[in-house]
């Protein structure tokens, strides 16, 4: 048994050696046309609340990624669903006591999800996080020490100070993609303005690209082309 698993384990592995997005491809987060959030969101997750704040998570990056992951009860599509009682304070100002976070890596001033994961696919890393921590996370204290750096042995760690660790980002298409120093990585850019998402969906609104449209999508049933059947025949 053991050894089937191995096997078929070491089989599937070059598929997803790029990383487990790949199959998202873009469209499964971004959608050109239907878009529900900034960024051209194609997810958005109208139930869950932040749970020290009890706000809506609109506006959070936080709203998009947990429209797939969490679970379906709090408005996500199950899929390695994390849920954010758990996890770090998504839509919060750091207090600078318990973390260290520079302004550069919050979104709007506020601890998201992007803070820590970049997650797009030219990103290299464990768990599409922000450092490289080796190939299962083994260096992960070098991670958590980007933002806690009294906690940890920065000697063994191999380092002086937080600022030398390299921070990736696929954000800035002028560099292109890759790892800068923590003090002037860039992990998001403004929308512009003229950049309305269309709005609120129903549920938990995932538009995968073009299959599963929602139901205020102008989807005529009928062939518009069969309305000219009764044209008058073209002069001859
Ligand atoms: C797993 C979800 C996910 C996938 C897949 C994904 N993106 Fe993104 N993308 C994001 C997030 C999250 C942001 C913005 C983060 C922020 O600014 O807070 C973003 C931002 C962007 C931006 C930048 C907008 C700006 O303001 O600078 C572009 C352009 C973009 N993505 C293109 C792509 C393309 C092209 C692909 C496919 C090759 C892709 N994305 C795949 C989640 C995704
Ligand atoms: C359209 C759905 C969708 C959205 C939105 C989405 N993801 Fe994912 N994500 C997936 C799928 C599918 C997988 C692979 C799940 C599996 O195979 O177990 C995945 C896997 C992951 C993994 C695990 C990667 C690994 O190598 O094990 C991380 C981390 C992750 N996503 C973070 C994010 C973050 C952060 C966001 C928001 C910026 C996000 N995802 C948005 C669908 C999504
Ligand atoms: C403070 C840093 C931090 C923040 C903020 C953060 N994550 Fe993570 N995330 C991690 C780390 C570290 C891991 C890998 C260890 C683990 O799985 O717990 C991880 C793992 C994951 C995984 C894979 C879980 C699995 O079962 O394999 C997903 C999916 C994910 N994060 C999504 C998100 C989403 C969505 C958000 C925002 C709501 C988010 N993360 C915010 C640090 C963070
Ligand atoms: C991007 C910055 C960042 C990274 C990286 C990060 N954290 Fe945090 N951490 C924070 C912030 C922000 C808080 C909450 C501060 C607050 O409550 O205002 C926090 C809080 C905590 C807390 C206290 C939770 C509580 O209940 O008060 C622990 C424990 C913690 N982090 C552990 C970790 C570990 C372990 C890692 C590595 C896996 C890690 N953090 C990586 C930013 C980060």
Not at 58 to 72: D, K, P, R
Not at 163 to 181: K, N, W
Not at 194 to 208: H, K, M, R
Request: aromatic share 6%; net charge negative.
């Amino acid at each position: 048994m053991k050894r089937i698993v191995a096997i078929l384990a070491l089989s599937i592995a070059p598929l997803f050696a790029a990383g487990l997005h790949e199959a998202v491809a873009c469209m499964g987060c971004h959608d050109i046309h239907y878009a529900v959030g900034d960024k051209a969101f194609a997810v958005h997750n109208e139930v869950m609340r932040n749970p020290r704040t009890q706000e809506e998570l609109t506006g959070t990056t936080a709203a998009m990624c947990l429209g797939c992951h969490e679970i379906s009860e709090y408005g996500g599509a199950g899929i390695r669903p994390i849920h954010l009682h758990t996890t770090h304070p998504m839509g919060m100002e750091p207090n600078p006591r318990i973390a260290d976070v520079p302004q550069n890596l919050l979104k709007d001033g506020r601890l998201d999800c992007v803070s820590c994961h970049d997650p797009h696919t030219s990103n290299p890393n464990w768990m599409y996080l922000r450092v490289d921590t080796g190939t299962d996370g083994n260096d992960i204290q070098m991670f958590c020490v980007a933002c806690h750096s009294a906690k940890g042995d920065l000697t063994v760690i191999g380092i002086e100070s937080a600022d030398e660790i390299e921070i990736f980002s696929s954000m800035d298409q002028e560099a292109g993609a890759g790892f800068f120093p923590r003090s002037e990585v860039v992990i998001t850019n403004e929308t512009p303005s003229y950049i309305t998402p269309l709005g609120a969906l129903p549920e938990n609104s995932i538009v995968p690209n073009y299959m599963n449209p929602p139901s205020w999508v102008y989807a005529p049933e009928i062939n518009a082309l069969e309305l000219f059947d009764d044209a008058p025949a073209a002069a001859e």
